[in-house]
Structures are given as structure tokens and as C-alpha cells.
């Protein structure tokens, strides 16, 4: 089980973790070749997810964002990689599953594994990007958008 | 006899690992290795033996022809993937994974070895007869012929591709 740090998390700290999560979503998008650069980038993602855990308003926000696109998210994971999975909008739970399913697969089918990393590392983003102020949240997301397109 | 040979050049090989570069002298040896006809011809003569208890031709099965072909999937496929692949841990069975995942096997590379891959690949691309009713001789020649260049040119797709890795870490100094 992903045990998250106990102490609270910043504000600054959780800006800067949010903008580390979307790095490493921008790598893994671009190592289209490279899986196992990819995998590190997945690898680090998933640490930073579990560091933004320590954090109630991501959490909080997570489960909002999952509940209302979690059937979305379900048929776009399915349909872009096969993978079925099942959204608990826990984010402590959805992280472990994440996580297991990520090595269940990338021994198996190394690009698939790293597509569904990325989506899964991105639902998380987009909702943790609603604890940031509008003003930061627009400017990580044009960077982000600019990254991926 | 005509045999149908899947046709590939050096120009598709870079262009499926999207750069070009000095190949390595392995993968330049394997690469016109499987794209000479005289190998095909010589695993053809290799698949058809005399013999002398029917005083006959024989025609053998997709078991000898994984023998026939042995020698160039350990030269051109095993020894310089396993090299990779024993270099870098977590690394390493990534690339195996890719390896398999683009012949289409569909195995966990931590619970299975190299050899295991090629023969479940083997397995599923050469017709597989049995000890009364062994396949065709044609189909025979044209499934080791595909079979051996997809297995061949697929593990060279992955040494370019590893190969790439490491020198674009280099460039960077991450190695």
C-alpha cells in the first residue's frame, strides 16, 4: 500500500509537486521510442502522486474530479490501451491500483503500460489542478497544453 | 520453388527507429544475413534431407525447423539482446518486454527467459505438423522464411531503438 507522507503539505510545496506531476506527463508524452525512459518518468510520476496524497485538498479534489468523470475516464483507458480499470475516487486506492496495474503491464507491453500511466497520471493532474488559484491553474495548464499538442 | 519473403530493406529499418546512425557491426552482419536469398536457400536444402531408412526424401516438421534456424537467432537475436537486456536491470526487461510485445507475445519477461520468447514465437509462426503428418514442405519454407526474418528484423528494431537510448543519454550525461 502507498503510504503518503503524514506531515501536511504547503501550498508552495503543492504548486511545485502539481508542476513536477506535469513534467513528468510531458515526458512520458514525448518518449514515443524510448519505454524505458518512459518508465522512469512514470516511476517518478507516481512518487510525486503519492507525495501530493499528503495534501487533504487533493485528495478532496480528486474525488470530486473522479466522480464526475470517472465512466469517461474508464472508456478512455479502455479504449486507448485495453486496460480495464475501475475508479474507486479514492486516490489513495486509485494510486496503488495505478500502480500495480503500471508493472502488472510494463513487463508484458511496455508502450501500453506507459499510455495508461499517462492517462491515469493526467486524470490526477486535471484534478488537482482545481486547488490551485485560477491565475496559476491557467498558466500551468497553457504550458501543458503546449507540451502534449 | 518460390518462396514468400516478407520484403525488407535498410531504409524501412531506420525509418521504423525514426533516426539514422552508424549501425553496429552485429546488427549490419544479421541485417544482410536475413536479407541474402542464399540464407533462405540454405535453411530450403537444410529443411529437405535423404533419408536412408526410407530410402527417401523426407520432409521434417516446424521442430526441425526451429533447429535449422538456431543458429542465426542465437547470433543475431539472443546474444546481442541478452547483452542488453542483462546490462540494465529494470532497463533491460523493458526491452525484452518491447522485444516481445512487437512479435506479439504476450508474456511477462520477469517470469520467462530470451529462449522462452523466440519459442513461443516460433510456436505460433511455423506451421507445426506432427510425427505422422508433417506440413507442407512449401509452407514449411515460406513460414521459417517470415518467421526467422520477422523475429531477426524485429530484434534489430530493438538494438537500433536501445541503441538510440543510450546514445541520446550519453549526449546528455546521463550515463
Given at each position: 500500500m502507498i503510504n503518503p507522507p503524514t506531515a501536511p503539505l504547503t501550498t508552495s510545496a503543492r504548486d511545485a509537486l502539481i508542476g513536477e506531476l506535469k513534467r513528468h506527463i510531458d515526458a512520458l508524452a514525448n518518449t514515443a521510442v524510448d519505454v524505458r525512459q518512459a518508465n522512469r518518468h512514470a516511476l517518478l510520476g507516481l512518487a510525486v502522486v503519492s507525495r501530493l496524497m499528503a495534501d487533504a485538498r487533493v485528495m478532496d479534489a480528486y474525488a470530486r474530479y473522479c466522480t464526475a468523470s470517472g465512466g469517461f475516464l474508464t472508456k478512455l483507458i479502455k479504449d486507448v490501451t485495453g486496460i480495464e480499470f475501475t475508479f474507486t475516487c479514492d486516490l489513495r486506492t486509485d494510486a496503488e491500483a495505478l500502480r500495480s496495474t503500471y508493472m502488472k503491464y510494463v513487463f508484458r507491453n511496455p508502450s501500453r503500460a506507459r499510455d495508461f500511466a499517462m492517462l491515469m497520471m493526467e486524470a490526477i493532474l486535471n484534478s488537482a489542478y482545481?486547488?490551485?488559484d485560477e491565475e496559476k491553474a491557467r498558466v500551468v495548464a497553457s504550458e501543458h497544453s503546449a507540451n502534449t499538442h | 520453388m518460390s518462396t514468400q519473403q516478407t520484403p525488407i530493406d535498410i531504409t524501412e529499418l531506420l525509418a521504423l527507429t525514426g533516426r539514422s546512425r552508424v549501425l553496429t557491426e552485429k546488427v549490419k552482419r544479421c541485417y544482410a544475413l536475413v536479407t541474402n536469398p542464399k540464407t533462405f536457400e540454405a535453411i530450403a536444402s537444410a529443411l529437405r534431407g535423404y533419408d536412408p531408412a526410407s530410402g527417401g526424401w523426407f520432409i521434417p516438421h516446424a521442430k526441425h525447423a526451429k533447429q535449422v534456424i538456431q543458429n542465426i537467432i542465437q547470433e543475431c537475436v539472443v546474444e546481442p539482446l541478452t547483452m542488453v537486456a542483462e546490462g540494465g536491470g529494470m532497463d533491460g526487461l523493458i526491452t525484452l518486454a518491447e522485444y516481445a510485445s512487437m512479435l506479439d507475445v504476450d508474456v511477462d519477461v520477469s517470469a520467462v527467459n530470451i529462449q522462452d520468447i523466440i519459442e513461443l514465437k516460433l510456436n505460433s509462426c511455423?506451421?507445426?505438423?506432427d510425427e505422422k503428418k508433417p506440413p507442407a514442405y512449401t509452407d514449411l519454407v515460406n513460414a521459417t522464411n517470415n518467421c526467422l526474418r520477422e523475429i531477426v528484423t524485429k530484434a534489430l528494431v530493438t538494438l537500433e531503438r536501445a541503441g538510440a537510448v543510450s546514445a541520446i543519454a550519453s549526449r546528455r550525461g546521463e550515463s
Open positions: 482545481s486547488t490551485l | 511455423l506451421p507445426q505438423g
